[in-house]
């Protein structure tokens, strides 16, 4: 027997996926970062809620030759289906929001090693030299030709409260702007932001490290967000649980905070008191990228920027990216967001919620697919408090759908099957109007619907398609015979 690749950085994730068939793809042809990198990858399998074609569950990419770039390769997608990120959790791609539940419960702090066993500064290059300049050490791409300009998307951004030093770690948006400064929009709430205005108050610099190409535990864990992982939760506690032992951070060299040891790039620099720099400065656009619900954000006129005071790699590094709208954001962000359903609604009635499925089309943040179990007539209406909760859970939730235990909440066509069969507008749906959501989403602006009073506001709905308990009988499913089909079909899956 054949023993699976353990994964503990990216290149040992790659290599797993050279084991699977169908999920791993290279190409020795010459790209250009500037579109066509990410032109490519939408057709290959970014999936998700990017403009068709595209395909869904398509393999990851490495594209090993990069136009004005050399010893650098880029991978792309290597989270883009639930069934990857199953194979590098070592679990049931349907369970995996229990498994970053109990994952949160069991948080194993990571730990400091010395600079001489982390791979992440093999190499070295500083602000000061002459020769620095971010826009030739690291192929940053593009997603679309309009772009502001080339993107880090899976830069994993940490930094410390400058008083208690309690850390957080996210992926923000981060737009290349000159040799040594990019700019940082930050969502509100994110914790980074508070630790980042705590710094400004007083006139300071926030160190902050950004680690590129990871362990994808690291990545799915770092997508937690409040309530679940409050202010000084760290969630690189998270994946230190997914993985039995924790994660291991090394000093940066050039500002008092740490990074990942194993990453294969670190860009490490300062977010800068009381400047502000205009997204598209370089481009004038007005667009900054496609953004997950598939429609590109517009560039912000004034947000945060980083003074670049170093990069360090691993030899030959390999660059990291995604594309926006695809299904890789759908299981980083969608994943945690089911264990935080899943988490506060058992407490409040265990048993009652089977799983959750942050769904591909709200790009793992917008909506939720809940299958809930009515054991008896008392259980009525409760499947509407459980989609309370998860509107609690996740605040910028905007859609849930109930279903029952007899629907395959992973098949799109089953739940609207009993959306179809199960459901009736006028006494099956819940409006929450004027209430706060994702600022990414287009249609919460008040030309959109009398009920939005500013930019940001939303109608919550809950589409409840499950049956009411005193009919259950009524709606019974057509029963098939059990068979083996394996007796039949032995290559069957």
Known sequence: MTTKPAVYDLRSALELLKTLPGEYVETDTEVDPHAELSGVYRYVGAGGTCLRPTKKNGPAMVFHKIKGFSDISVAIGLNGSRKRVGEFLNCDPRKLGFLLKDSVKHAIAPVEIDAENAVCQEVIHLASDADFDLRKLLPAPTNTEEDAGPYITMGLCYASDPDTRESDITIHRLCVQSKDELTMWL???????????????????????????VDPAIEVAACFEPPTTPLGFNELSIAGALRGHPVEMVQCKTINEKAIAHAEIVIEGELLPDVRMQEDINTQTGKAMPEFPGYTGEAKAAIPVIKVKAVTHRHNPIWRTTIGPGEEHVNMAGIPTEASILDLVDRAMPGKLLNVFAHSAGGGKLLAVMQFKKAAAVDEGCQRQAALLAFSAFPELKHVILVDEDVDIFDSDDVLWAMQTRYQGDVDTVFIPGVRCHPLDPSQVPEYSPSILQEGMSCKTIFDCTVPFHLKAHFERSKFMDVEVKRFLPDFE
């Open 187 to 213: 969502t509100p709430g994110r914790h980074i932001d508070a630790f980042r205005m705590k710094a400004e108050s007083a006139g300071q610099p926030l160190p902050i490290s950004i680690s590129i190409g």
